[in-house]
């Protein structure tokens, strides 16, 4: 059973524009949200998180909301840039895990940034 | 701080080969993470480490699959007698063990099981 669930395998924007990636989630035990970022032949790389107790939060360019009752978060990058060009991940770790580094991973969502 | 390091990069396997992987984390990292990452899917986890204590391990992880960590420092994942289901990017990542916990990743070793 697929717990996080990012619904949308690519994602094509144009520089300077809006890119918003979406997930959703089943598993009401999740307490903290991540997506991490990754470039072909690299390991993923933390971007942004949230905490349960929050609806947004907020770093640079990047802006995650998060929807309790819908079991849904969304990562806003504000301008997208070239650079940003990568597949992005949503994770979740369970409240009742032992480690915040047992994380549960979306497919991920391939972005494209068109200069 | 030359990040977390895994060796090989790649590796091409007989099916029925035993293999075995490295990970070095960062040196002050006292968490080690192994994960599993197959086409299309984000990374799975399948065991994690604080010190040399293997704390948790998935049930993804058969009773071929063995991870260790002596001392605290590098880690080793091996898989026995491998299948081409096994045939995927096995990632690291190590962390800091206080309050939010950093996942670090390595590049990943990429399994190919013919």
């Known amino acids: 059973d697929q717990q996080v669930k990012q619904n949308s395998p690519s994602l094509s924007v144009q520089e300077g524009r809006i890119s918003i990636l979406n997930c959703d989630y089943t598993n009401s035990m999740f307490d903290y949200f991540l997506w991490y970022k990754k470039y072909p032949a690299e390991g993923p790389t933390f971007l942004i998180s949230?905490?349960?107790?929050?609806d947004k939060n907020e770093d640079g360019r990047f802006t995650v909301f998060l929807n309790k009752s819908a079991k849904h978060l969304s990562l806003h990058i504000v301008p997208s840039q070239p650079g940003d060009s990568a597949v992005y991940f949503c994770a979740a770790r369970d409240a009742g895990g032992t480690s915040y580094g047992k994380l549960t991973f979306g497919q991920g969502t391939i972005l494209t940034v068109h200069p | 701080d030359t990040g977390v390091s895994q060796n090989p990069r790649h590796k091409i396997t007989k099916r029925g080969q035993n293999v075995t992987f490295r990970c070095d984390p960062i040196s002050e990292h006292n968490r080690l993470y192994w994960y599993r990452q197959t086409l299309g899917q984000g990374p799975e986890f399948l065991t994690y480490?604080?010190?040399?204590?293997?704390?948790?391990k998935s049930r993804l992880l058969s009773d071929r699959f063995s991870a260790e960590r002596p001392k605290g420092s590098f880690s080793t994942l091996e898989i026995q007698r491998t299948e081409q289901g096994d045939s995927a990017m096995y990632l690291c990542a190590s962390s800091l063990s206080h309050g939010f916990e950093k996942l670090f990743f390595g590049s990943g070793t990429q399994l190919s099981v013919l």
């Open positions: 480490f604080q010190n040399e204590a293997q704390l948790e």
């Open positions: 949230i905490s349960s107790i929050k």
